[in-house]
């Protein structure tokens, strides 16, 4: 009789290595990658020792803007709707003291910030307000800062915002500084 032996096939592993390397690299290139997102904000520089950096402010330079666990936002103790944050807050920024506020409904109508650079807008958060609430609430601030730079811009320097130079970026900046005062909400 004849004993058959069998030899195994053998698969040629040598290019397995190079097909996982370019599968990889397939997958790295066409696969998305989600953009982180955050707040862009500068800090302020340190205090210097032995001097005081936390000046008064006036309260009628100051507008209180507290958002609850519920995500409700009430201004001044007011309480109002998202899409009026900003309109708020420009008028707030820009009336000069002269009480004219379109949009408040009778909010700081009486007082209300001496200028721009005077003005501070102190945010108060609680501790159970949604991360995407808070970030709607940073928006619409951001929002009314930059419609008075940019009309600032136009109506001052004559030019549009981005068509501004260094110098020019930083006198309207200047003119219209964020201050933004954040701080977590007492029970």
Known sequence: MKTSRRQSVQVNAGSMADIAFLLLIFFLVTAMIPNDKGINRKLPAPCPPNINCGGEIHHK???EVK???KDELLVENNRISINDLKDIAKDFLDNNGDGSCGYCNGLKSKTSSDNPKAAVISLTNDKQTSYDFYIKVQDELTKAYYELRNQYSETVLKKPSNELSKEELQNVRAAYPFI????????
């Not at 933004?180 to 029970?187: F, P, T, Y």
């Open 61 to 63: 330079n100051t507008l």
């Open 67 to 69: 958002v609850n666990s």
């Open 180 to 187: 933004l005062s954040e701080a977590e909400l007492k029970h």
